[in-house]
């Protein structure tokens, strides 16, 4: 069956960085488009950042443009999100998820993803 499983989250500093991991199996990596999404406390689950099949196409969430990078490694089946210069906005549950459509686009609803992961829990404070 299909697994996406998180890591990297934890605690950092205001300003810091960290770089979450997703591993994926159970499904053609290679042809998803992939995203981040997050849910901070008390609420909704929103779109962080998207990845296309190959690569070449991305966008962001305009609260994390220019601070988070988005990529994939094809070969390994992982999807990465590099976050620097955190802000305590950005605390939250990270999610990874896996498009169950084509991938030559980049996609931003929740409802264009159909795997999910567990998340990972990043904190940003002073």
């Known amino acids: 069956q299909v697994q996406l499983v998180e890591s990297g989250g934890g605690l950092v500093q205001i300003g810091g960085s960290l770089r979450l991991s997703c591993t994926a199996s159970?499904?053609?990596?290679?042809?998803?488009?992939m995203a981040w999404f997050r849910q901070a406390p008390g609420k909704e689950r929103e779109f962080v950042a998207t990845?296309?099949?190959?690569?070449?196409?991305?966008n962001y969430a305009a609260a994390v443009k220019g601070r988070f990078t988005i990529s994939r490694d094809n070969v390994a089946t992982m999807v990465y999100l590099q976050m620097s210069n955190l802000k305590p906005e950005d605390t939250a549950i990270y999610y990874c998820?896996?498009?169950?459509?084509?991938?030559?686009?980049?996609?931003?609803?929740?409802?264009?993803?159909?795997?999910w992961g567990q998340g990972t829990q990043v904190t940003v404070s002073s």
């Open positions: 998820a896996a498009r169950v459509g084509g991938g030559a686009s980049v996609y931003y609803r929740e409802n264009d993803y159909g795997y």
């Open positions: 159970g499904l053609r990596f290679s042809s998803r488009t």
């Open positions: 990845i296309n099949w190959t690569g070449s196409a991305t």
